[in-house]
T-cell receptor
Framework: AQSVTQLDSHVSVSEGTPVLLRCNYS??????LFWYVQHPNKGLQLLLK??????LVKGINGFEAEFKKSETSFHLTKPSAHMSDAAEYFC????????????FGKGTHLIIQP | DGGITQSPKYLFRKEGQNVTLSCEQN?????MYWYRQDPGQGLRLIYY???????QKGDIAEGYSVSREKKESFPLTVTSAQKNPTAFYLC?????????????FGEGSRLTVL
């Protein structure tokens, strides 16, 4: 069975500094992986996805993530944090087939200090 | 604008009452989903529907019911059998029945049981 672990429940950075949100996955094959963002009291929005093409994936709002099979990781990064990046971020792994096929991580709350 | 509309945004219910949450989409998507979100637990799948007049239980279906009489609509009823219904409920849709991970979310409904 596929699973996903977000290694930090909260991350705090200063505005203008790099962001790193960590995600490890467990899968018996090379899965599809996603990052979603959720602003307070809102729905989730897809940031980026990896589907076995390029291992470095670029998303919206300057975010990117690198798929590392040897480390079973899919960490999310951004070179310079903005106040508007403050939100909850979810790493998601596709189980593989079937309409119920997503497993969500528990989320990382990103705090941006002015 | 295309999207998913959930209503009501906030709802209060007394114990023992059923309540129905509305979800409407105008994206012409085949598949629709209901998720429950609790603090620190990520999203858990309640029910999903791949096509009109068909739906399947997700991981936490007990105490909930759904219908899919129209492609655009997928209402969720939280019944009195649901032991801990206070939560944030998110409706989502995707283009295809087989989940590619690209979900489009509504803004959620927050249910509080008094």
């Amino acid at each position: 069975a596929q699973s996903v672990t977000q290694l930090d429940s909260h991350v705090s950075v200063s505005e203008g500094t790099p962001v790193l949100l960590r995600c490890n996955y467990s899968s018996s094959y090379s899965p599809s992986l996603f990052w979603y963002v959720q602003h307070p009291n809102k729905g989730l929005q897809l940031l980026l996805k990896y589907t076995s093409a390029a291992t470095l994936v670029k998303g919206i709002n300057g975010f990117e993530a690198e798929f590392k099979k040897s480390e079973t990781s899919f960490h999310l990064t951004k070179p310079s944090a903005h106040m508007s990046d403050a939100a909850e971020y979810f790493c998601v792994v596709e189980k593989g087939g079937g309409a119920d096929g997503l497993t969500f991580g528990k989320g990382t709350h990103l705090i941006i200090q002015p | 604008d295309g999207g998913i509309t959930q209503s009501p945004k906030y709802l209060f219910r007394k114990e023992g009452q059923n309540v129905t949450l509305s979800c409407e989409q105008n994206l012409n998507h085949d598949a629709m989903y209901w998720y429950r979100q609790d603090p620190g637990q990520g999203l858990r799948l309640i029910y999903y529907s791949q096509i009109v007049n068909d739906f399947q239980k997700g991981d936490i279906a007990e105490g909930y019911s759904v219908s899919r009489e129209k492609k655009e609509s997928f209402p969720l009823t939280v019944t009195s059998a649901q032991k801990n219904p206070t939560a944030f409920y998110l409706c989502a849709s995707s283009r295809q029945a087989l989940n590619t991970g690209e979900l489009f979310f509504g803004e959620g409904s927050r249910l509080t049981v008094l």
